[in-house]
């Protein structure tokens, strides 16, 4: 008996991945959301939150769902974090991939630094990339960002900074970038 019990439970075993569409990247239900920054306002928009600088202003911008910045610029470039969203049926870390593979694809983008990380819960990738200047401009800036998918739509949330004043808005972009989250 014993062993007709061990058999059905290595047969239950090897059927169980066939017959069950577990992503490697499950949502980590034990996550506990970081505490909102000192100074930091929560946003919201259609499907998704975020926590920004309360003393960053909103844009109005037709590339963006949503977007704010700072009001004060270093070398005529006003850090900012935009939103934007596009269907999207697979989990956060393939979008987070997808993306990925699409800032390689741009010809004026160096990505620098790709991080896997856990946010709001779903295993997804962190992404820093340097970017040359679009004209008129003439100030080239960096980025940090990172993408959720939920629901059939993909989320991407960037912050962007200028390239000489990266590492002093680095905490700030790492606090917005990490305090994302979408509606499940």
């Given amino acids: 008996m014993l062993r007709m019990a061990a058999l059905a439970v290595a047969v239950l075993a090897l059927l169980a991945p066939a017959g069950c569409k577990r992503s490697k990247h499950a949502h980590v239900s034990s996550y506990t959301p970081p505490p909102l920054p000192a100074g930091f306002t929560e946003q919201t928009g259609a499907g998704w939150r975020i926590a920004v600088p309360a003393t960053w202003k909103d ?3 037709p590339a963006a769902a949503w977007a704010v910045s700072d009001p004060q610029a270093v070398d005529d470039f006003h850090a900012n974090v935009n939103v934007v969203t596009e269907p999207f049926t697979d989990d956060s870390y ?15 983008t160096t990505v620098e630094v790709v991080r896997e990380d856990v946010v709001d819960g779903d295993p997804t990738l962190i992404i820093e990339s340097q970017w040359m200047p679009t004209p008129p401009s003439t100030v080239a800036y960096r980025t940090m960002q990172t993408a959720l998918s939920s629901r059939g739509r993909g989320y991407v949330v960037t912050c962007s900074v200028s390239a000489s004043a990266f590492e002093r808005y680095r905490s700030t972009c790492e606090s917005i970038v990490h305090s994302f989250a979408v509606e499940r």
């Fill in 94 to 108: 393939n979008y987070a991939r997808a993306n990925e593979t699409a800032l390689r694809h741009e010809a004026r």
């Fill in 59 to 61: 844009q109005k911008t």
